[in-house]
């Protein structure tokens, strides 16, 4: 038992001389020289983890084959539909240059034409009042206008002409199934699609000052004169009364729009209805007037009565003068659309008639009864009567003149430059 008590105190003793050893090693710290020379000089610190070293290329690989690295990012179905799309590059259509722009159909002479305009007409035509829209349009159909040759004329006034006769039917695409059948020349110096609104914005601005603002005023002095009747209107007059808000309604639309309102022909359609409806008014007017007349005429009771058939007969007359302008203005609407119908002149000539006839009737009604017409709505009536007939006649007189956009038109235009339109005038109207 004491030899194995001394072998294991032995053992334990080898053991921690053996345990004191080895930490006594790991004490002692590593001299710097040693560890830099025992690790690489492009080797990471102690504790980060290394990247891997890119691959080795072989000398004899061709610099066709593609290199290694970073890859591609995944093409997912939702990066596909979220990706922007390509960008091509913007196209410009270039003209070549040329004297002049033309657009043409069938015919020998060009449907319409672009050319540098000069000086001394520009000084003779008068200044036309173009919207902000109308600018803009007339800028992008004349994008190069710039192009033109250089030749007499300014180098920023630009003439644009019509053929006579062609300005109404390119407008509404009847000119031999227009756009479709017009080319430009030079090729894409112009926009032949762009041809019937162009030749509809000539018309309106040559119509608005020769039509419109005339028609105005006389649309104006009816409400005016209507006024007093239509207080005292019966419920026959209704119809005038209505018939009067739609001619200033349908005037509006023209005004605001007058090339839009060129270019349908439903709305041209319906002016003419209008037409048809206010001649029916004025021959029932007229026959109103005429009946009060004879009511008046074979009257034989007391002065009471009599100054109510007087005044009567008075409001008759005005209601039926009034239905009789209305029926000229319509037609003078309806030409401004380019509708210039003769036969519209037989009727209104009928009308010029009817309201001769019935002044001439007042007059000699009120001679055979001097005491009882009151004389004080004479001259009033007289002045009502001739205002009436001159607007009768003035449209007769323009719808046998025709339509004046059946003319060669032109309009002069002057560009800046950036291309936009500075200022136009015109159109001129030629033989």
Not at 402 to 428: H, I, N, S, W, Y
Request: with cysteine; proline share 9%.
């Amino acid at each position: 038992m004491a030899d194995l008590a001394w072998w294991l105190v032995a053992a334990l003793a080898v053991a921690c001389a053996v345990l004191w050893v080895t930490w006594r090693r790991r004490r002692t710290p590593v001299p710097a020289p040693a560890v830099a020379a025992s690790r690489p000089a492009d080797a990471p610190p102690t504790g980060v983890n290394p990247e891997p070293p890119p691959p080795v290329v072989p000398a004899s690989t061709s610099l066709l084959v593609p290199q290694p690295g970073p890859a591609a990012p995944l093409r997912t179905p939702v990066a596909a539909l979220v990706a922007p799309p390509g960008l091509k590059p913007p196209t410009t259509l270039v003209a070549a240059r040329a004297r002049r722009f033309e657009l043409r159909d069938a015919a020998t002479d060009p449907v319409l034409t672009l050319e540098r305009g000069s000086p001394a007409d520009w000084q003779r035509a008068a200044a036309v009042a173009l919207t902000p829209m109308q600018r803009d349009f007339l800028g992008t159909t004349l994008a190069h206008a710039a192009l033109l040759a250089p030749g007499s004329g300014a180098s920023d006034l630009f003439r644009l002409a019509l053929r006579a006769g062609s300005a109404m039917p390119l407008a509404r695409g009847e000119l031999a199934g227009a756009p479709g059948s017009l080319k430009a020349v030079p090729p894409e110096s112009l926009d032949a699609a762009r041809g019937p609104a162009l030749a509809a914005l000539v018309l309106a601005l040559h119509c608005g000052p020769v039509y419109l603002r005339q028609l105005r005023a006389e649309v104006a002095a009816i409400q005016s004169g209507a006024s007093e009747w239509l207080r005292r209107s019966s419920a026959g007059d209704e119809r005038l009364r209505a018939l009067l808000q739609d001619l200033s309604r349908y005037l509006r639309e023209v005004e605001e729009n007058h090339a839009g309102a060129l270019r349908k022909p439903v709305f041209v359609a319906r002016v003419a209805d209008f037409c048809t409806h206010a001649e029916q008014q004025w021959l029932a007017a007229a026959e109103a007037q005429r009946s009060a007349r004879r009511r008046l005429e074979s009257a034989t009771t007391e002065q009471a009565t009599r100054e109510g058939l007087w005044q009567d007969y008075a409001l008759r007359g005005r209601v039926a003068r009034s239905a009789a302008r209305m029926l000229a203005a319509w037609h003078g609407l309806r030409l401004a659309l380019g509708e210039a119908v003769p036969a519209a002149t037989l009727v209104l000539r009928g009308v010029l008639q009817g309201l001769r006839a019935a002044e001439e009737a007042d007059a000699a009604l009120r001679r055979a009864r001097p005491d009882e017409a009151p004389g004080a709505a004479a001259p009033t009536d007289a002045e009502d009567g001739e205002r009436a007939r001159h607007a009768v006649a003035a449209t007769i007189r323009a719808i046998e003149a025709g339509f004046t956009g059946d003319a060669a038109l032109t309009l002069l235009l002057k560009l800046d430059a950036q291309g936009r339109v500075a200022e136009a005038r015109g159109p001129v109207c030629s033989a």
